[in-house]
């Protein structure tokens, strides 16, 4: 499967008729985004702890085909000694993420741009992200944010622990496309205001393109790497317009999803 949409789902520009109708109750705006978008990463979890009845609330508002991505708390990635994160990593995996259900996505674990690639110490996090939550097979993905992780060594990890590599197309932060996990997770990071659907169309198109090579078993060949490739197998794609001009989110998410169809 291939999957598209945005970070979170209450920001004031996406009211008023950019992308909520005039007039729709905030309340509902969970309800009407997951019915534009197949797929939304949640980003209030990496701020504060949220209730299990806020999940389950997520869980009921959204389609039952739907997916959510979460992003792990910060607590447990901004620290000097990641090794030292495992009480932090439970306590977030067991906070109510369960209430979603078959609507639980990938886990993101993202890292501060100043947090370096210390091989020892990053691969004792990896061993601390669980497997399982219940009888449910957990997905992880890492998003670095410092040259230092541009290195094979750190490739070579996270494919040992089964964990995605975060691709971000971003202008502040390194690009690493190598696939490490049996599914890829992708945040575009570079939409433009001026640009009605974020990205040009003629982008959107090549993102599209990328996703499905990645979705058939086969790696972007166009985008850089540091590792070995990747063994050529099926895999699930997720694709999270964030950041940039956030105000064309949406529009380059349905965009992305058209061009798919």
Avoid at 42 to 48: D, E, L, R, W
């Amino acid at each position: 499967m291939i999957r598209a949409g945005i970070g979170g789902w209450t920001f004031e520009p996406w009211r008023g008729g950019n992308f909520f109708p005039k007039g729709h109750a905030k309340t509902r705006e969970l309800e009407f985004a997951s019915r534009k978008v197949t797929s939304i990463e949640i980003n209030g979890t990496y701020y504060s702890s949220q209730k299990p009845t806020s999940f389950k609330r997520w869980h009921d508002e959204t389609p039952e085909d739907f997916l959510f991505a979460v992003k792990a708390i910060r607590f447990a990635t901004n620290r000097r000694v990641l090794a030292e994160a495992g009480e932090s990593v439970t306590r977030f995996v067991e906070s109510g993420l369960s209430e979603l259900k078959n609507k639980l996505g990938p886990i993101l674990w993202q890292f501060m741009p100043t947090k370096k690639f210390d091989a020892a110490d990053f691969g004792e996090f990896l061993s601390l992200l669980p497997e399982k939550l219940g009888s449910r097979k957990l997905r992880h993905a890492v998003e670095v944010r410092h040259e230092s992780f541009l290195v094979p060594e750190f490739v070579a990890l996270a494919r040992k622990y089964g964990v995605a590599i975060v691709l971000a197309d971003s202008a502040k932060y390194p690009m690493i496309a190598d696939v490490t996990a049996d599914f890829i997770y992708v945040r575009l990071q570079n939409a433009q205001a001026k640009v009605a659907t974020g990205y040009a169309l003629a982008a959107i198109d090549k993102w599209v393109k990328r996703a499905q090579t990645w979705q058939a078993g086969a790696g972007a060949t166009d985008l850089p790497t540091l590792g070995k490739p990747a063994a050529k197998k099926k895999r699930d794609v997720f694709v999270y317009m964030i950041n940039g001009a956030k105000e064309r989110a949406p529009a380059a998410a349905m965009a992305f999803l058209q061009k798919l169809k």
